[in-house]
């Protein structure tokens, strides 16, 4: 009898797992250190926000694809520029808290060579995005991510990679992992990743 049922167990236990990586998600729990083995040359301050040295960065996986606009965007032909990539979801609370605050600061450091890029995941219809974007002013594009493939893909084992919604991470000019956040941010915690990235030389 036990023997007939493993399958149907073993299917359980892959549900719950799944299940529980979704509650995870978008609670703005910022203890997360980084997925993956190796080393992590990285250091998470008490806010959760992990930054990495200049000299110890490296380069995500190739990010790439659709917006929800429907046109093609590759991270790699933004490098020369500090790069934010926000994960967010239109059905998520905390993504909704620091919407206000990302459309704010994207305004202000858009002349100061800073990118801002979303990746929307979740949302298995674009309409509730496309119209998150427009409630807050989002004007620079989103990855359309639906099922997380770019989450899951595009970040190198033991970097500093999203494990949560919203999660936040900067790229520096050389287009190099540089700072990740897995928690809601508001300006001042953003101006405080951004700032010393744009100071770089």
């Given at each position: 009898?036990?023997?007939?049922?493993?399958?149907?167990?073993?299917?359980?236990?892959?549900?719950?797992?799944?299940g529980?990586?979704?509650?995870?998600?978008?609670?703005?729990?910022?203890?997360?250190?980084?997925?993956?083995?190796?080393?992590?040359?990285?250091?998470?301050?008490?806010?959760?926000i992990?930054?990495?040295a200049?000299?110890?960065?490296t380069?995500?996986?190739?990010?790439?694809?659709?917006?929800?606009?429907?046109?093609?965007?590759d991270i790699?032909?933004?490098?020369?520029?500090?790069?934010?990539?926000?994960?967010?979801?239109?059905?998520?609370?905390?993504?909704?808290a620091?919407?206000?605050?990302?459309?704010?600061?994207?305004?202000?450091?858009?002349?100061?060579?800073?990118?801002?890029?979303?990746?929307?995941?979740?949302?298995?219809?674009?309409?509730?995005a496309?119209?998150?974007?427009?409630?807050?002013?989002?004007t620079?594009?989103s990855l359309?991510?639906?099922?997380?493939?770019?989450?899951?893909?595009?970040?190198?084992?033991?970097?500093l990679?999203p494990?949560?919604?919203?999660?936040?991470?900067?790229?520096?000019?050389?287009?190099?992992?540089?700072?990740?956040s897995?928690?809601?941010?508001?300006?001042?915690?953003?101006?405080?990743?951004?700032?010393?990235?744009?100071a770089?030389?």
């Open positions: 009898m036990s023997l007939g049922r493993a399958p149907h167990a073993a299917v359980l236990t892959a549900v719950v797992a799944v529980a990586l979704t509650l995870s998600a978008c609670s703005g729990d910022s203890n997360g250190k980084s997925g993956g083995g190796g080393n992590t040359n990285f250091v998470t301050n008490t806010g959760g992990s930054t990495v200049k000299g110890e960065r380069a995500p996986n190739e990010l790439s694809g659709e917006t929800l606009e429907g046109k093609q965007l790699a032909d933004l490098k020369g520029k500090v790069v934010v990539m926000n994960v967010w979801g239109s059905w998520c609370p905390p993504c909704r620091e919407a206000p605050y990302f459309s704010k600061v994207s305004n202000e450091t858009k002349d100061k060579g800073v990118e801002f890029v979303g990746i929307n995941t979740r949302d298995h219809n674009k309409s509730p496309l119209a998150f974007e427009k409630d807050y002013s989002i620079y594009p359309y991510d639906p099922v997380g493939k770019l989450i899951v893909n595009g970040f190198p084992r033991g970097s990679n494990q949560a919604i919203p999660s936040t991470i900067v790229l520096d000019r050389e287009g190099k992992i540089a700072a990740r897995l928690k809601a941010l508001d300006d001042k915690e953003l101006h405080e990743i951004i700032d010393p990235l744009i770089e030389k």
